[in-house]
């Protein structure tokens, strides 16, 4: 067994495990500059892999209370379907053009996450030209939910394109978006990149060659880090949390940007 799957299994499964993403960030590149998979089947490698892992994970954060399956359900469907569709599109899309969109919306996922926070109080009204609408919370909820709907397809798309799980989109839009705490934004993060994870697979399996020893041993070894790194996360400070997560998009966008874009 090679030292560079049990290390990048090992590393994709703590990613996960405490921030809710970062699986494919690693799991991508691994197969790609250290095990020589050719990019179109790592990609594909890359979505089963996390698939199974983030399923496994979005367990342990369901047994601490950290998924709301509400917001899961309507983001994970729609991503599904955009998944699929990316997915497709992915497998005619040149590499070099894969590769640089996913290291510029790692960037600008990395600035929402470092800003610092500002906190509001929430609106009972808003104006609409010259009336107020009565903000309740069954208007919240049906704005909200039309809104995780649409990046759900959005997200999605992106997914299947550059062969992401998606959480370093999804993890933002969630506390952004939604309101959630950190913990519960990583734990419901993960029950959606598992959905679209496993969609993002099924469009490309049948287009590329996937080796299925070398997947199912990063599996197994990722599933172990992950099992530790949700034990971890849930000891870490929110706002940690959160910076820790920008700071390693950062890094890895620019190592990508290096690596595969400007001197390939």
């Not at 095990?35 to 367990?59: D, F, H, Q, R």
């Not at 969609?199 to 080796?211: C, M, N, P, Q, R």
């Not at 997560?245 to 390939?264: D, E, H, P, R, T």
């Amino acid at each position: 067994m090679s030292i560079s799957i049990i290390i990048a299994g090992l590393v994709t499964g703590l990613l996960l495990g405490v921030f809710g993403s970062g699986g494919s960030i690693i799991t991508m590149p691994a197969l790609l500059y250290l095990l020589n998979v050719e990019p179109k089947s790592a990609i594909a490698m890359s979505l089963g892999i996390v698939a199974i892992t983030a399923t496994i994970t979005a367990m342990q954060h369901w047994r601490h209370g950290n998924v709301d399956l509400r917001i899961a359900v309507v983001f994970g469907l729609f991503g599904v379907i955009g998944t699929y569709f990316g997915a497709l599109v992915g497998v005619i899309t040149p590499v070099v053009i894969q590769l640089s969109v996913f290291a510029l919306v790692m960037y600008a996922a990395a600035w929402k996450m470092l800003k610092p926070s500002v906190q509001n109080k929430p609106q009972q009204y808003r104006s609409v030209g010259a009336m107020a609408v009565d903000l309740t919370a069954e208007n919240i909820d049906e704005l909200q939910y039309g809104h995780i709907a649409i990046h759900g397809i959005a997200v999605g798309v992106l997914t299947g394109i550059v062969g992401v799980g998606g959480g370093f989109l999804i993890v933002p839009a969630l506390v952004l978006l939604s309101g959630l705490s950190m913990k519960k934004a990583v734990g419901t993060s993960l029950s959606i990149v598992a959905l679209k994870s496993f969609a993002g697979f099924a469009g490309y399996a049948s287009s590329v060659t996937i080796d299925y020893q070398m997947m199912g041993i990063f599996t197994v070894i990722a599933v172990i880090g992950s099992v530790a790194g949700s034990q971890l996360g849930h000891r870490l400070p929110a706002e940690l949390l959160k910076r820790g997560f920008g700071g390693f998009l950062v890094l890895v966008a620019s190592y990508i940007i290096f690596k595969s874009v400007l001197f390939n």
